[in-house]
């Protein structure tokens, strides 16, 4: 099993779910962040972290966002991301602002 990131990442890139994970699962995008299923050990550490509520384990993955599952899993063709980072806070964020 895995944790899927999903649409309320996209342009609220918060990377504090990167920086608690055990195992670098976390790759980033331009504007989101995904979870690489191959790497991901479903330890539950980075849904706390995540301040836009974007994180959801497959089990309990809202059906609106199932194509997420597939977009997840292309996470090995960005770059890993382990550290925490300035908050993206852009246009379509939804989200609270960043501190």
């Keep these: 099993m895995t944790y899927v990131v999903t649409e309320m990442c996209v342009d ?8 608690v994970c055990p ?6 995008l331009p504007d989101r962040l995904y979870i690489n299923p ?10 706390p972290e995540c301040p836009v509520e974007a ?6 993955l809202p059906e609106q966002y199932s194509e997420w ?3 997840n899993a292309e ?11 300035e908050a993206l806070y852009a ?9």
């Design 12 to 19: 609220c890139k918060y990377t504090d779910c990167a920086a």
């Design 23 to 28: 195992v670098e699962a976390f790759h980033e």
């Design 38 to 47: 191959e790497t991901c050990i479903d330890c539950d550490a980075c849904v």
């Design 55 to 60: 994180i959801f384990s497959e089990a309990t």
């Design 69 to 71: 599952l597939a977009l």
């Design 75 to 85: 996470a090995a063709e960005h770059p890993i991301i382990s550290l925490k980072k």
């Design 91 to 99: 246009p379509g964020c939804t989200g609270p602002q960043p501190k």
